[in-house]
C-alpha cells in the first residue's frame, strides 16, 4: 500500500489580486497589497480614492471567496483598509492626500516633513513649513521625484 500524499496547492498572488482588481472594476476602490503567506493565508488591502467603508471590505471577501474552492484548496482570507500609518505605495494615494503633511524620506535618508501641495507623472510638490529660526516669511516649495523617493507617510495629527 502507498502512502496517501497530500499536497497543498499554493494560491496564487495574481490570482487573488485578478479577482479583486474585477469586483472593484468601476468603483474608486483599488488594490493597494495582495499578501499570500504558507498555508494559503490570504490579505487583501484595499485603499479607495474617497473612503472605505467595512461594507466594501465585506463584499470583496465574499466575492473573492465564491470564486475559490475550499475542496481544491484550503485558506484563510482577510481584507481590510489601507492604514494611514503604512507608507504611500501608487501615485494614485499621493493624488488622495493632496492638502495633507506627509513625511518623505529620500533615497539619500534626507527626511522632508511638508504639505503635499501637487503631484504631477514624475513629481511630488511640497509645502516645507516656514523656518522662524532664519527668519523665513514664505514656504519653501521642493518637487521632489519619484524616483529619489524612499517612503512616505502621512503625518498623523492628533489635536
Avoid: W
Avoid at 16 to 28: N, P, V, W
Avoid at 30 to 40: D, I, P
Avoid at 53 to 74: F, P, Q, T
Amino acid at each position: 500500500m502507498s502512502p496517501l500524499l497530500l499536497v497543498k496547492i499554493m494560491i496564487k498572488k495574481s490570482y487573488i489580486k485578478e479577482l479583486a482588481d474585477r469586483h472593484l472594476q468601476g468603483t474608486d476602490k483599488f488594490v493597494a497589497e495582495v499578501v499570500v503567506k504558507s498555508g494559503n493565508v490570504i490579505t487583501i488591502v484595499i485603499d479607495s480614492d474617497t473612503a472605505v467603508l467595512i461594507d466594501d471590505c465585506i463584499n470583496l471577501s465574499k466575492a473573492v471567496e465564491s470564486s475559490l474552492d475550499r475542496d481544491v484548496e484550503d485558506f484563510e482570507l482577510r481584507v481590510t483598509s489601507y492604514g494611514a500609518d503604512k507608507p504611500l505605495i501608487s501615485k494614485r494615494q499621493y493624488v488622495k492626500n493632496i492638502g495633507r503633511d506627509l513625511q518623505v524620506v529620500t533615497n539619500e535618508n534626507l527626511k522632508l516633513i511638508g504639505k503635499l501641495i501637487n503631484v504631477d507623472k514624475e513629481n511630488i510638490t511640497l509645502e516645507l513649513p516656514i523656518n522662524k529660526k532664519k527668519k523665513e516669511s514664505v514656504p519653501e516649495i521642493l518637487n521632489v521625484p519619484f524616483a529619489e523617493i524612499n517612503q512616505t507617510k502621512m503625518v498623523l495629527a492628533f489635536k
